[in-house]
């Protein structure tokens, strides 16, 4: 059981498409995160929230568009997204601090056509 | 930025047997966290360590806060083939402002030969 959720779980969207991705969390955090996982590579953070204000945002594009109103809820708006930008998108959550112990969603699987 | 180095990058074992992988940084961490990534799922936090030196162990596995605090390392013992998986290793990293980011490993990739 997991207290981050994420939808939808997979998702397939033309490059001209919009849709959004939506994490929720059920722990009481005041932070959370958005990252990207491609093959083979690290886990990118792309976007950080501390009580609802963007604190990060790691050099992302801006067909990426993050939203959070409210410290539970996190979406990421996706459009005109490029084939190369698939990859699992977690959503992580975490108290707030120094410790940052981030607790992290099951994902979202998407593909690019 | 930062970076974590682990190892090895995958390993293959029998069940039954124990395992250890390791993650070293160029820096100083005050946290050290171990994950396991199923396929296809977020990564679950497995151990959390907080001081250097300590030694934390959560059923079969065991982690260990290196003293420079520029390392820790992850034992399984008596293997299982749900053990297989990617571990990861992560420590938080002052990103400035009074802001955290997590600093992760490229992970190790296990696989278990029943």
């Known amino acids: 059981e997991t207290g981050v959720t994420q939808t939808p779980r997979h998702l397939v969207m033309g490059m001209t498409n919009k849709k959004s991705l939506k994490c929720e969390q059920h722990?009481?955090?005041?932070?959370m995160y958005w990252y990207k996982q491609s093959a083979k590579k690290p886990l990118e953070l792309m976007f950080v929230?501390?009580?609802?204000?963007?604190?990060e945002n790691n050099s992302v594009p801006s067909r990426f568009s993050p939203e959070c109103p409210n410290s539970s809820h996190l979406f990421l708006h996706l459009h005109t997204l490029q084939p190369e930008d698939s990859a699992l998108y977690l959503c992580?959550?975490?108290?707030?601090?120094?410790?940052?112990?981030?607790?992290f969603g099951p994902g979202t699987r998407l593909l690019v056509l | 930025g930062q970076q974590l180095n682990q190892s090895p990058q995958s390993m293959f074992i029998q069940e039954g047997e124990d395992v250890s992988m390791n993650c070293t940084s160029s820096?100083?961490?005050?946290?050290w966290l171990w994950y396991k990534q199923d396929p296809g799922e977020g990564p679950v936090l497995l151990i959390a360590l907080y001081k250097a030196g300590e030694l934390t162990s959560n059923g079969r596995l065991t982690a260990q806060f290196g003293t420079t605090r520029k390392d820790s390392f992850l034992n399984i013992s008596a293997s299982i083939p749900s053990d297989v998986g990617i571990y990861f290793c992560?420590?938080?990293?002052?990103?400035?402002?009074?802001?955290?980011?997590?600093?992760f490993g490229k992970g190790t990739k296990l696989s278990v030969i029943p």
């Open positions: 722990l009481g955090h005041n932070a």
């Open positions: 929230y501390n009580f609802k204000e963007q604190t």
């Open positions: 992580a959550s975490s108290q707030g601090g120094v410790q940052e112990t981030q607790y």
């Open positions: 820096s100083i961490f005050n946290t």
């Open positions: 992560a420590g938080p990293s002052d990103s400035g402002a009074g802001s955290y980011q997590l600093t």
